[in-house]
């Protein structure tokens, strides 16, 4: 079974640095899919980024970017220019490249501070 | 842009009382799912179902849960005689086609189990 880390329960962040957070996994899969999810105090869990085992270039999205290194099994997300809005619970999530509607693995996430 | 609902956004149940939570689906997904998410714990997978049957179900989603697609717009997760260690938040999620294609997720149903 696939297992999801996420060491670090809380991370605090001036408004306008960078923060990265921390993600590791467990698997026997040689290809699979990774997801950050962000969880707002509105509770709604939205996508922030996603990356293909097989796809070697780190995947980007604006402020967002994941260095991911297959090899050492690890997944972190970096925010750059955080901003107040980024506050939120983040979810590290693995899921099997298997067809078919197999369900996320997630990790216990991080609560991440923004400081004014 | 379109949403995944879900109601009630809080379900007050005595143990031992069924309960069904209700989950309106993005209308064009063909993949839905249940989640849990004890508080203080991480979201854990229940079961994902496809083309009206489940598809994959984890060691949580036991005799006394099973889901439903009534119609062609709701999916329903029933709890037949609900136990103190219910409580939770339940989200639903779905896809367009399951794959690496990102899970859309409600907003989740609190229930709470007195």
């Known amino acids: 079974a696939q297992t999801v880390t996420q060491s670090q329960p809380e991370m605090s962040v001036q408004e306008a640095e960078t923060v990265t957070l921390s993600c590791t996994y467990d698997?026997?899969?040689?290809?699979?899919?990774l997801f950050w999810y962000k969880q707002p105090p509105s509770r709604q869990m939205i996508l922030v980024i996603r990356?293909?085992?097989?796809?070697?270039q780190n995947a980007t999205e604006n402020r967002f970017s994941v260095n991911f290194q297959k090899a050492a099994k690890s997944f972190s997300l970096k925010i750059s220019d955080s901003q107040l809005g980024d506050a939120a619970m983040y979810f590290c999530?693995?899921?099997?490249?298997?067809?078919?509607?197999?369900?996320?693995?997630f990790g216990k996430g991080t609560h991440l501070i923004i400081q004014p | 842009e379109p949403e995944v609902t879900q109601t009630p956004s809080h379900q007050v149940t005595q143990m031992g009382q069924e309960v069904i939570l209700r989950c309106v689906p993005i209308?064009?997904?063909?993949?839905f799912y249940w989640y849990r998410q004890i508080l203080g714990q991480k979201v854990e997978f229940l079961v994902s179902f496809y083309n009206n049957e489940i598809s994959e179900k984890s060691e949580i989603f036991d005799d006394q849960f099973s889901v439903e697609r009534p119609d062609g717009s709701n999916f329903t997760l029933k709890i037949r005689s609900t136990k103190l260690e219910d409580s939770a938040m339940y989200f639903c999620?779905?896809?367009?086609?399951?794959?690496?294609?990102?899970?859309?997720f409600g907003d989740g149903t609190r229930l709470s189990i007195l």
């Open positions: 990356q293909e085992a097989y796809k070697q």
């Open positions: 209308s064009n997904h063909l993949y």
């Open positions: 999620a779905s896809n367009f086609n399951g794959g690496n294609q990102p899970q859309h």
């Open positions: 999530a693995y899921r099997s490249s298997g067809g078919g509607a197999d369900g996320l693995t």
């Open positions: 698997t026997s899969e040689s290809d699979y899919y």
